[in-house]
């Protein structure tokens, strides 16, 4: 079955199969994933049979070789972060700020900044116990709290470089760095906010996302924590730690792999940023937190990082098959079918850049390769602008950011580590980042007009 609309039709076979597999018959969600990418091997034209499995499992690795450590240096994390107490420590230092019934805004500002920098589910490992920590003290709105950490992280990822996505990005269409890192912060700011904290307190009145088991800790053990004496808890300094090791050290990486081309500080952090390396880091240190306060004897402390690498370990692999399921379609040549298929549309470059990204995200997965495949069709008509190349580049992150589901590693992380049901996740995590594409659209625009920066 060869034909010019096949990669189209494998997209649509694939997506039906998923629904069914993991809404219908509620197969476990790795399962359901592989399962959803043979069956996309197998129909696709493009992809001869005898190559089926070995580009299954070579995009199931490939997604394992990216996320793996992080995921379960982050299981490490969560765990040790919430049973020693030093997220319930984080959380009082935070509402003492904001007072308890406005802890959300704590949670927006720091998804905000620590994105800029990190990728966006890094973040999202570092923020996720501070959550269920803050459900724990408060008593309700674990809902808003996971929409404003995801929309606020989800928004300065694609949007604000130095994040690789908008750098990359900036870099292939020529647009000035600094521009375009300020026009980022002027669209993403007005983005999050309707995004995260308006989008977050209407669905939180609608949908109430109980506090689950996650994470090898269980929902009793973080209750009983947030009611213990402040006595009894790491200090500020100590329980923060991890999160500013891991965010300082991925940051200097970023940071001067962006500004110097070569020395012996880029090649120093280049090991000591690479997120592999920090989160490990910063687990140890959380763990060794946990050991103290816990007074465990060594046998007992390896039981308890064992139960956590169990539970990362079971996170890595549905991530990792969400990843082969994306690349999969990739492979089937679903994204450059799309891609292709909307180039002419004839629409003015900013809307048609957005509608290539999204239609490129939606159909792989990955927000990142969407952006870069719609950077690389637009480029060549850079010229065309009558705004400055900033727009474009906020236009294709906005358009990449769209509308994550069962084919984006993302999706999986959210939902396994936040301790969602599916469809708590597509009520929550897919709304908003259909939103941020949306709202990004909109006042990127508007900006466009009022400020041109030609």
């Not at 140890?284 to 046998?299: G, N, P, Q």
Request: charge should be negative; proline fraction near 4%.
């Amino acid at each position: 079955m060869v034909f010019a609309d096949a990669p189209l039709v494998v997209f649509v076979v694939g997506l039906a199969v998923a629904i069914l597999l993991l809404v219908r018959l509620k197969l476990p969600a790795f399962l359901g994933l592989i399962i959803s990418t043979f069956v996309v091997g197998l129909i696709s034209p493009q992809i001869p049979y005898g190559d089926v499995a070995s580009e299954a499992a070579t995009a199931f690795g490939d997604t394992l070789a990216s996320v793996g450590i992080p995921i379960l240096m982050a299981a490490i994390i969560g765990k040790t972060m919430l049973e020693s107490g030093a997220a319930e420590r984080i959380i009082r230092a935070f509402t003492a700020l904001t007072g308890e019934e406005h802890g959300e805004y704590a949670l927006f500002g720091s998804g905000f900044v620590l994105a800029i920098p990190v990728f966006f589910a890094n973040v999202f490992y570092l923020l996720a116990p501070l959550a269920r920590s803050m459900r724990a003290r408060v008593g309700h709105s674990y809902t808003l709290f996971i929409v404003v950490i995801c929309a606020a992280a989800a928004t300065t990822h694609v949007f604000v470089p130095p994040t690789p996505g908008p750098l990359a990005v900036a870099g292939e269409i020529n647009a000035n760095l600094g521009t375009t890192i300020l026009v980022g912060l002027m669209i993403g700011a007005p983005t999050a906010t309707l995004s995260g904290l308006v989008y977050g307190k209407f669905i939180s009145r609608r949908v109430d996302i109980p506090l689950r088991d996650a994470m090898g800790t269980t929902t009793e053990e973080v209750e009983e924590i947030s009611q213990q004496s402040a006595d009894l808890l790491p200090g500020v300094f100590e329980a923060s730690l991890p999160i500013l090791l891991a965010i300082v050290l991925v940051g200097a990486q970023t940071v001067t792999s962006t500004f110097f081309s070569s020395g012996p500080v880029v090649s120093l952090f280049s090991v000591l940023g690479d997120p592999n390396f920090a989160l490990t880091v910063a687990a140890m240190v959380s763990a060794t937190t946990f050991y103290r306060i816990k007074s465990l004897d060594r046998e007992a402390w390896s039981d308890e990082l064992t139960d956590a690498l169990k539970e990362g370990g079971n996170i890595a692999a549905i991530v990792a098959a969400g990843g082969a399921f994306g690349g999969m379609l990739a492979a089937a040549g679903v994204g450059e079918y799309i891609a292709g298929a909307l180039q002419e549309v004839g629409l003015g470059l900013l809307i048609t850049a957005w509608i290539i990204a999204a239609a490129v995200r939606i159909a792989q997965g990955s927000a990142t390769v969407a952006m870069l495949t719609t950077a690389g069709i637009v480029a060549p008509l850079t010229g065309q602008l009558t705004v400055n190349p900033a727009y474009l580049v906020m236009v294709i992150g906005a358009g990449g950011n769209i509308l994550s589901w069962y084919n984006d590693g993302g999706f999986w992380i959210i939902t396994e580590i936040g301790g969602l049901t599916q469809a708590e996740t597509l009520k929550t995590w897919t709304v908003v980042t259909t939103l941020i594409s949306i709202f990004g659209l909109v006042f990127t625009l508007a900006f466009s007009q009022v400020l041109p920066l030609t």
